[in-house]
């Protein structure tokens, strides 16, 4: 993997016009609510209805209920990509990518940036089931994830920082079934020992040391 994100489809920079800092914050409030009621939950009115909008002006932004969710999920990913994906590339080289995604993952969900939990372990489990473009785009999202973490893996069994036949494809499954069992008991709990505890794991299985 590059150190460009693997998530920006090659996306220029943000524009910070009036109407494009409008349509981010849109776009944000719409991945808020969809972690609460679902992607298929969202719609053009329930939207405007949040954002105290008019279904008219919102139409100006999104022509259909699919390009609003398609939107919403480049956003989360644009999110996710910041908050996990990037911290995660700034850090030391194999060993330390691998701990440091994971750590950012849990940070992501500590600080509740969605109401729902992490985004995309959402959406994954709504859109499994239907076809379409919404759930292509959300499958590789997840798949360009785990490449990541398999690639983190990779390089730390080259550079001898893993035991010789640790398998770089089960660890990455093994981090990422980590940080999901962990997504789900902190919003079904809202336990910060939660995270404390899957940190123990990750640093356990990574043989790093103790968790910070």
Do not use: W
């Amino acid at each position: 993997m590059s150190a460009a994100s693997p998530y920006d489809g090659g996306r220029p920079p943000r524009p910070r016009a009036g109407g494009e800092r409008t349509r981010d914050t849109i776009l944000h409030a719409a991945a808020s609510l969809a972690t609460v009621d679902g992607l298929d939950g969202l719609s053009i009115g329930n939207l405007a209805a949040v954002l105290g909008m008019s279904k008219s002006g919102l139409s100006k932004h999104f022509g259909s209920k699919q390009e609003l969710q398609l939107a919403t999920v480049a956003e989360a990913a644009r999110v996710f990509d910041a908050e996990v994906v990037q911290p995660a590339l700034a850090a030391a080289a194999g060993l330390g990518q691998l701990t440091a995604v994971c750590e950012a993952f849990f940070a992501h969900l500590e600080r509740q940036t969605f109401p729902g939990g992490c985004f995309m372990a959402t959406a994954a489990l709504e859109m499994s089931t239907r076809p379409g473009p919404v759930k292509d785009l959300i499958t590789a999202f997840q798949a360009q994830f785990g490449e990541l973490i398999r690639g983190f893996a990779a390089t730390a069994l080259a550079r001898r920082e893993l035991p010789d036949g640790e398998d770089p494809g089960r660890l990455a499954f093994e981090l990422n079934g980590i940080m999901l069992a962990a997504d789900t008991n902190f919003v079904l709990h809202d336990d910060p020992a939660v995270l404390d505890l899957a940190r123990q794991i990750v640093h356990q299985r990574l043989g790093a040391g103790e968790a910070p």
